[in-house]
């Protein structure tokens, strides 16, 4: 059995998977975006988690480009992966740590034994990064990823927001 990649337009924080990636910021203690709306939808237990986190192994909070699982609260899912995704540059290649945050993931998603995982398109909203390379980064990334472990999951799911989103990533999901 390989593993399904489907696109969906909505609201990440109403997926029924196993976990939902969110695209957190270092701090790990909520945001604006993604992030904010994964603590509000999710509840307290999440950011007790987050909190947890700081007091211990990242007291200076997430690296760029990792990842790091919590519960996920009253949210659909089960957990809740964070990572933190790069600030767009112009004049620095930071893609390589925006695929970072989708290995990261997939490594912490199977870890855990999901099998079913929802993916925002991580720094697209107030790190500036291009809808259409973060899409391509994005799709070529996973698959490359389930090349290498074609039976880990059974459905990658990229949630986007709004049009322009779901488009860019259809392109992606087009290309071979």
Do not use: K
Not at 53 to 65: E, M, S, V
Not at 148 to 176: M, S
Request: proline share 4%; net charge negative.
């Amino acid at each position: 059995m390989s593993t399904i990649l489907t696109l969906t337009q909505g609201d990440i924080t109403e997926q029924a998977v196993d976990a939902v990636v969110n695209a957190a910021n270092s701090s790990l203690l909520g945001g604006g975006g993604v992030d904010g709306a994964i603590h509000r939808r999710g509840g307290p237990d999440i950011l007790a988690e987050c909190r947890a986190l700081r007091a211990g192994h990242y007291g200076r909070g997430l690296p760029t480009g990792q990842a790091v699982a919590t519960t996920a609260g009253r949210l659909p899912a089960r957990w809740v992966i964070h990572t933190v995704g790069p600030v767009h540059s112009t004049s620095e290649d930071r893609s390589e740590l925006l695929a970072s945050c989708y290995r990261e993931s997939l490594r912490i998603a199977e870890e855990l034994g999901a099998r079913t995982l929802a993916f925002p398109a991580i720094s697209t909203g107030v790190y500036r990064w291009p809808i259409d390379d973060a899409a391509r980064t994005a799709v070529t990334t996973v698959r490359a990823a389930l090349a290498a472990a074609p039976d880990a999951f059974d459905e990658i799911r990229f949630v986007v927001f709004d049009d322009r989103a779901r488009t860019a990533y259809e392109a992606a999901l087009a290309e071979d």
